[in-house]
């Protein structure tokens, strides 16, 4: 096992092999299970394949931050976005000071790249440009298990309005899990910045028996869906109609519902859930598309912006 621990660590350095040479060792490296891309059952197995064969060029404006808004306006209404502040090319283009006291600098092009400012005057700005250089220089692709959708994405930087509760606490993520266009499950974050906890719930919000975080970070304290949860799940029906996987991330303040982002690869494929038949129970959501006779890859997708 120590062996095949190294192998497939050294694999993963090699990020100029194959997606279907890499990614393999890749899924084995985190789970310690063999990636059948033959024949994927579990679903972090499906999510791998689609990275390896599903490339509808579509995908790479739907994970940019700032591409995907024209679709979130096309299919569900403008009305459900954040308030833009501004696009920014490269780091040195942001102005600190003319920015609001309370703002949020995203990188378009990956996962983590994110500034949240609610006082401007407590913000490193030495600290938040060297970051946004650092990020600046990445790319999601080779940054982690070889995400197809993110490999040609431009880097570049917006900065949106500051969102914000009625109450003090952090902001309550909602992220639907769609499945040709349903969405059977819900994972709920809160507290991310007093004590971060998440849990599963159905579409009725009831618990869900399973979980892909430790315990004792599951949501503890009984929690209600907001009011217009209903409408959450029929916008993220809407974004995620035709694609076989989509997890779609929105948020509801002060009963207004705002757009998050679209995750084609949630934590990259490598998150298991637990109990360990639940890979495999929601794996069963996913029916992967076919690839067309005598092509490698689907790299067609009849859906436009």
């Known amino acids: 096992m120590k062996l095949s621990k190294l192998y ?19 899924y ?33 404006q739907l994970v940019d931050k700032y591409e995907v808004r024209a679709y979130v306006k096309k299919t569900i209404g403008e009305e459900y976005l954040n308030d833009l502040i501004g ?36 913000l490193n700005k030495t600290k938040a440009k060297l970051l946004l250089n650092k990020w600046y220089r990445k790319n999601q692709y080779y940054r982690g298990g070889l995400e197809w959708a993110y490999k040609d994405v431009k880097p570049r930087f917006i900065v949106e309005k500051f969102l914000s509760e009625l109450t003090n606490e952090s902001l309550r993520d909602y992220k639907f899990f769609c499945f040709n266009g349903k969405a059977k499950f819900v994972e709920v974050h809160i507290d991310r910045q007093e004590n971060h906890q998440s849990s599963f719930f159905d579409m009725d919000f009831n618990k869900l028996p399973f979980r892909d ?50 995750t084609f690869y949630p934590a990259d494929g490598r998150s298991e859930f637990i109990p360990n038949e639940y890979n495999k129970i929601i794996g069963e959501y996913i029916t992967l598309p076919n690839i067309p006779q005598g092509a490698s890859v689907i790299n067609h997708f009849d859906l436009e912006i």
């Open 28 to 60: 084995k490296y985190y789970t310690n299970k063999d990636l059948n891309l033959k024949n994927p059952q579990e679903f972090n197995e499906k999510i791998q394949w689609l990275k390896t064969y599903f490339h509808p060029p579509i995908l790479n």
């Open 213 to 262: 975080v430790p315990l004792e970070k599951t949501i503890q304290k009984p929690i209600n869906p907001p009011r217009n949860f209903k409408l959450m799940q029929q916008l993220a029906e809407k974004l995620a109609a035709n694609f076989p996987f989509v997890r779609v991330d929105l948020y509801s303040i002060k009963n207004t519902i705002i757009f998050g982002e679209l």
């Open 87 to 122: 696009l920014y090319n490269k780091p040195s283009d942001i102005n600190f000071d003319k920015l609001p006291n309370q703002f949020v600098i995203k990188g378009v092009h990956g996962c983590g790249f994110n500034i949240i400012a609610p006082d401007k005057s407590k």
């Open 8 to 26: 497939n660590g050294f694999i993963k350095k090699l990020k100029f092999l194959p997606q279907e040479i890499y990614i393999p060792a890749y």
